[in-house]
């Protein structure tokens, strides 16, 4: 099963390659919900302190005007990442007037849909457009949905790398082509591998009810101290079921297709070209307000949620699919990993080690085409780990044999040692196999998950969970109030929020062109 795997990696070794592999780049990108000191959404706008939220590389915001998002520049390791990342939110809480990010990847107490203000991006016609697309989200799936924080892992493979890559697998294509083709088959790996993220990193087992919004909790959910719905061996409830997901478009039969680039922009394209008759019904433009930014199956490729996706830079207004095709893939996006509510930063090093060992794994690893039986097992395994993923004795779908997840997790887990291995060599250090005996233990004994260990830190110093997310956060509040910024990096910081503001402003004084007008040009490839 791993055959290719191994002989890849021997391949490497003999041919003293590892170093070229200690260029690979690493890139964060971290949602966090800005709340009251009590622990009640905020309903303040974007901090002017923060600077444009358009324009700001570093410090965004997502869905919501609350919802945060702190970017990373790519790093050459993946500990640089966490070091940037951490010290742009030290930059961001000294910059605060009495909130607190919210620590966990499930939201706090909301009350109600009203709650959640739409981020707003400016008069610019590309603000417009970013602030129509969240508007059309709330019209589709509701916007409870949408202020679920996670955090982006963006990896790319080093440059030094694909040309003995591409001589190791003696492959006669161009290079795009061949690294486009490698590049899928990782993110194909990822999706099939999938599953050990929510396990390994999951640390949403417990939400508050006032989530649900008045639904009852599902069939599974047990309930603690009234207010508390928790699945009792769930991992990762964000991943699940009352996640984010796409089951409307799920029930339009839309599933990327990521045998090649080309399938993967075709069936998305499909998708933001098709009107789907219930979004008709929403309306486009009604009286002055518009409710979406079209009536297609997706609006934007953006829209279809995946957990993992491969990526482009962007030039200007360049839609996501046509930068795929005109340049392909430049790296690839993981999007389950949950914020680690026991580390300030929302995850460690450790874990980062190990999500470079996973990326490389599946990168290496033979990558055969998921045809309609592995899509569907994929999916359920994903779903089944989220829900009941430390439950003992629970099996997996693995090519149509139900195998138990500790087996499977166990034998993947020494099957990425020598993965492992290779990127000590590289980087002449001990830590990615340290990482990897780390995440080993926790398929050993499940009670050692960040899963496990929320809900009974919740049980046994907590009310709720509401209590819980809370006092962690006050907590890394406390961390981040605590630690000094070098007067550079502050600098560098506080000129990118001023210089963000002058850009946002000097863009919104340039002329417009008509707002329809700009839509259909976007969609048709025109600006």
């Given amino acids: 099963m791993y055959t290719l795997l191994n002989q890849r990696i021997r391949y490497i070794e003999d041919n003293n390659a590892q170093r070229l592999l200690k260029k690979s780049l690493t890139g964060l990108e971290k949602e966090s919900l800005r709340v009251t000191d009590d622990g009640r959404i905020s309903q303040s706008p974007h901090p002017k ?11 965004t915001t997502d869905y919501s005007e609350s919802l945060l998002e702190l970017i990373t520049p790519p790093c050459d390791q993946a500990y640089k990442s966490l070091d940037f990342l951490q010290d742009v939110e030290t930059f961001v809480y000294k910059k605060l007037d009495n909130e607190l990010l919210w620590t966990s990847s499930m939201p706090c107490i909301i009350n109600g849909e009203s709650d959640i203000q739409i981020a707003d991006y400016g008069t610019s016609n590309g603000g417009k457009m970013k602030s129509i697309y969240r508007n059309g989200l709330a019209w589709r799936y509701g916007k409870m949905m949408q202020v679920i924080a996670g955090i982006h892992f963006n990896h790319s493979v ?98 990327a297709d990521y045998t090649s680039v080309k399938t993967y922009t075709d069936s998305l394209r499909e998708a933001i070209e098709t009107s789907y008759a219930p979004y008709e019904e929403i309306g486009v433009k009604v009286g002055d307000e518009y409710r979406q930014l079209n009536t297609n199956i997706l609006q934007i490729e953006n829209e279809y949620y995946s957990t993992v996706r491969p990526k482009q830079i962007l030039r200007g207004f360049e839609k996501p699919i046509d930068s795929l095709l005109n340049r392909g893939v430049k790296y690839v996006e993981l999007r389950s990993v949950d914020i680690n509510v ?16 996973f990326m490389l794994f599946c990168l290496l690893q033979d990558s055969p085409v998921i045809d309609d039986e592995e899509r569907s097992a994929i999916d359920r395994n994903q779903s089944t780990v989220a829900h009941r993923g430390r439950k003992p004795g629970l099996e997996l779908n693995r090519l149509g044999e139900m195998v138990s997840l500790k087996s499977w997790g166990l034998e993947l887990m020494e099957a990425m040692l020598p993965v492992a291995k290779l990127l000590d060599q590289a980087h002449s ?99």
């Fill in 49 to 59: 302190a923060l600077g444009s939220a358009l324009k700001n590389d570093w410090i």
């Fill in 158 to 255: 080093a440059e030094d790398f694909w040309p003995f890559f591409k001589q190791m697998d003696d492959d006669s294509r161009t290079p795009i082509e061949f690294s486009n083709d490698r590049y899928m088959g990782m993110t194909r790996n990822i999706q099939r591998y999938g599953w050990i993220i929510p396990y390994l990193f999951g640390s949403s087992p417990a939400i508050c009810k006032s989530f649900l919004g008045g639904r009852e909790p599902t069939e599974t959910m047990e309930t603690y101290n009234g207010n508390t719905c928790y699945e009792p061996w769930g991992t990762s409830l964000r991943m699940g079921d009352i996640g984010y997901t796409n089951r409307k478009s799920s029930k339009v039969g839309i599933k």
């Fill in 342 to 357: 026991f580390h300030p930063a929302g995850i460690s090093h450790l874990q980062l080690f190990y999500l470079e060992i």
């Fill in 429 to 527: 250090n001990t830590c990615y196999q340290k990482a990897l005996q780390a995440q080993t233990e926790l398929f050993e004994n499940s009670e050692l998950t960040p899963s496990a260990q929320v809900l009974s830190t919740i049980m046994s110093e907590h009310d709720s969970y509401y209590s819980f997310a809370r006092h962690q956060s006050q907590q890394h509040r406390d961390y981040f109030m605590q630690r000094d910024l070098n007067q550079a990096t502050w600098d560098s910081m506080e000129a990118k929020a001023k210089d963000s503001l002058a850009a946002q402003a000097a863009l919104e004084a340039e002329p417009q062109i008509d707002f329809d007008l700009f839509l259909k040009k976007y969609f048709a490839g025109e600006l």
